[in-house]
């Protein structure tokens, strides 16, 4: 079922809406910090493939497990709640369906437990 990848716009979509996250997140201070070191280019590209591949889209993910990649990151839950924040002004700003948008938060909900380690 891929409806989730097609109400997100396919992969330019999500390549938008990842970008846009990631812009809104390089602004918050609470966050941006975490990001200092690494190579945007390749998270937006890594963050494109694991979603387009996780809606049912014709991607797939071949970067790290989400606990290998966040392990020693020290991430906390209102981390996550902020990059979450990110997310919604990415939505906001992409015209991105209600319902999308709660399926895709249900996705990434579920990483949780792997991200959040502090
Ligand atoms: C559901 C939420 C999240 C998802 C889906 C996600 C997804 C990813 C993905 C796909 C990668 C790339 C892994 C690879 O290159 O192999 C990554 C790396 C990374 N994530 Fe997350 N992440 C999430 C939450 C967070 C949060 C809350 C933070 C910190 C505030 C964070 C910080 C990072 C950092 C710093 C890296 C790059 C590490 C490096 O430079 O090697 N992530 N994430």
């Known amino acids: ?16 809406l990842m ?5 809104f997140i390089a602004d918050d201070r609470r966050i941006a910090h975490h990001f200092r070191d690494t190579d ?8 494109s493939d694991q979603l387009c591949d996780i809606t049912g889209g014709p991607c797939v993910y ?10 020693g ?3 906390s839950r209102a ?3 902020a990059l979450v924040e990110s997310l919604q002004l990415a939505f906001d700003e992409n015209g991105t369906p209600v319902s999308a948008q709660n ?3 249900a996705l990434l909900a ?3 437990g792997d991200i959040v380690n502090r």
Do not use: P, V
Not at 19 to 23: A, G, P, R, T, V
Not at 40 to 47: G, K, P
């Open 62 to 71: 071949e970067g790290e497990e989400m606990l290998e990649s966040h392990k």
């Open 40 to 47: 945007i280019a390749e998270l937006h590209q890594q963050l």
């Open 103 to 105: 399926r895709l938060l």
């Open 79 to 81: 981390d996550f709640n």
């Open 1 to 16: 079922d891929d409806s989730l990848y097609q109400d997100l716009g396919e992969r330019q979509g999500i390549e938008q």
């Open 73 to 75: 990151l020290e991430i």
């Open 19 to 23: 970008q846009d996250m990631l812009l």
């Open 110 to 112: 579920e990483m949780h």
